[in-house]
């Protein structure tokens, strides 16, 4: 059966996106969180100019045919080009399919590497807010703060086993909170220097404009925000 005009033209497109636009990478190796949606992906990426990355990145995957999604290194090593990801796979969607059909040695395609322009203050406190999916971001934003004490984090997370697995996986202590509302009191409550302190907005939209609007209220000014999805 021909194929009809739009789906050639498809596949043209989709031939030039994937032999001179798109970088190859492998699988390393995948851990699965126990009892969390959570994954963690260590990847090879030769093509990655991981020098350079000053400010928190995210990679452009491609998950599915006409499908890119975002996801952030939240270590990496320069030296042997290698990173690892962090990704919320609880619902259904390309890239929440792709991360849980993904297995050790296969290829990964993505497009480019962006830098999200958030690098944190060099003398104020940090403070980091964020949901499962800003994970990585939390996590790469704090390895740039040095020296870490200035550092604080509170992240919207789906469960206590979560919670409890990213206590013990890395070491930090954010505040964890289970519902959206627990966060903004909790962020009512802290005492923040306006003058000095730096907050950094990620994850769900919602979320990301709701933080803004009541740190706004307290009388906050530096805010940077980047919504992912929603
Ligand atoms: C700069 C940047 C960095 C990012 N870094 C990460 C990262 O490190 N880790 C990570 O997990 N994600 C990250 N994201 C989000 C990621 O790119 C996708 O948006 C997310 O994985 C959803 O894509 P999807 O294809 O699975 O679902 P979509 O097709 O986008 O959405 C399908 C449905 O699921 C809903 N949905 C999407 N995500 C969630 C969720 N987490 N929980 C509940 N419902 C959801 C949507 O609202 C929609 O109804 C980042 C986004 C940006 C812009």
């Keep these: 059966m021909e194929l009809s005009i739009a789906r050639q033209f498809k596949n043209k497109v989709q031939n030039v996106i994937n032999h001179r636009l798109l970088k190859q990478g492998k699988v390393l190796d995948i851990r699965y969180w126990p009892n969390s949606p959570l994954i963690e992906i260590d990847l090879h990426l030769p093509g990655a100019a991981m020098h350079q990355w000053s400010e928190v990145p995210a990679i452009k995957f491609n998950v599915g045919e006409w499908y890119f999604r975002d996801y952030t290194p939240f270590g990496w090593d320069a030296e042997t080009s290698t990173c690892s990801l962090l990704i919320d796979a609880a619902h259904n969607g390309p890239g929440s399919c792709w991360a849980k059909s993904l297995t050790i040695g296969q290829t990964v395609q993505y497009l480019k590497t962006e830098s999200t322009h958030q690098t944190p203050h060099g003398t104020h406190l940090v403070v980091a807010l964020g949901d499962n999916t800003s994970l990585?971001?939390?996590?790469?934003?704090?390895?740039?703060?040095?020296?870490?004490?200035?550092?604080?984090?509170?992240?919207?997370t789906d469960s206590a086993a979560t919670g409890q697995l990213l206590k013990?996986?890395?070491?930090?202590?954010?505040?964890?909170?289970?519902?959206?509302?627990?966060?903004?009191?909790?962020?009512?409550?802290?005492?923040?220097?306006t003058?000095?302190?730096?907050?950094?907005?990620?994850?769900?939209?919602?979320?990301?404009?709701?933080?803004?609007?009541?740190?706004?209220?307290?009388?906050?000014?530096?805010?940077?925000?980047?919504?992912?999805?929603?």
């Excluded at 390895?143 to 984090?153: D, G, H, K, N």
């Excluded at 907050?199 to 009388?219: D, E, I, M, Q």
């Design 195 to 230: 003058d000095h302190t730096s907050f950094y907005l990620t994850g769900n939209k919602a979320l990301v404009v709701r933080l803004r609007k009541v740190l706004k209220s307290l009388g906050h000014f530096n805010i940077k925000i980047k919504g992912f999805w929603g």
């Design 136 to 156: 990585a971001h939390l996590l790469a934003l704090r390895q740039m703060t040095l020296p870490a004490i200035r550092f604080t984090c509170a992240v919207l």
């Design 168 to 193: 013990s996986y890395f070491p930090w202590s954010p505040a964890l909170h289970l519902n959206e509302d627990a966060l903004v009191n909790w962020l009512l409550t802290e005492q923040y220097c």
